[in-house]
């Protein structure tokens, strides 16, 4: 890795944090940020007592949940224009039909496991004002996904930095961020390996 995750969530501070939470849930440039590993390494910092872990979850969740109602919102009021608009290199609509998808596929619940998902977790609340999805049922769908998300990555994090003795933690952090970020893109492997069978 070129950079130094737990250095620029040490520099970022919570504010960091909660901003690229939120801007990779409600933004259409935040499908290509690093939430799994994001909320790991920084579960991971806050265990070695340079953050608050409450404070830190609390944020990430609020943010995650305001997050995907900004992207509820954008595809409700401009869903339409969005298939219409040209690709560029911050848009792709391969990416919303993609969503589109996995959305018929796994109906409401996609709302929890886009969550998991990369590029499908900043896509899937746009597809769901796309497709008008009642607002009551998809702030129920949100709050779950986005309180499992970030407190089950981020404590995941904490408690794994808890338990490594210091003169341990730098040996190991980056091989589980990698393997964070290797967990977080199997469903998409698996999705285009499926895609081309079909082809």
């Given amino acids: 890795m070129s950079f130094d995750l737990p250095q620029i969530i040490k520099s970022l501070g919570y504010f960091g944090v909660w901003g690229i939470i939120f801007a990779e849930s409600g933004l259409l440039i935040g499908f290509f940020l690093p939430g799994d590993s994001l909320l790991f390494t920084a579960g991971f910092v806050a265990s070695q007592n340079l953050l608050n872990i409450w404070i830190l979850i609390i944020g990430a969740f609020i943010c995650a949940v305001l997050g995907d109602n900004v992207g509820y919102t954008t ?25 589109q998808k996995f959305y018929q596929q796994h109906g409401k619940k996609t ?34 996904g986005g309180l499992v998300w970030t407190f089950g990555i981020t404590l995941l994090g904490f408690f794994l930095g808890k338990s490594l003795p210091p003169e341990q933690v730098d040996k190991y952090l980056l091989p589980i961020i990698g393997l964070i970020i290797l967990v977080s893109l199997i469903p998409s492997i698996i999705h285009l390996i499926q895609e081309h069978k079909s082809k």
Avoid: C
């Fill in 75 to 99: 595809g409700y009021r401009f869903g339409r224009r969005l298939f219409q608009k040209e690709d560029s290199w911050l848009f792709q609509k391969k990416h919303i039909v993609k969503t």
């Fill in 111 to 144: 709302i929890v496991l886009a969550r998991f998902v990369p590029i499908v977790r900043t896509f899937a609340p746009i597809v769901a004002g796309v497709g008008s999805m009642q607002y009551r049922t998809f702030m129920f769908y949100n709050l779950i």
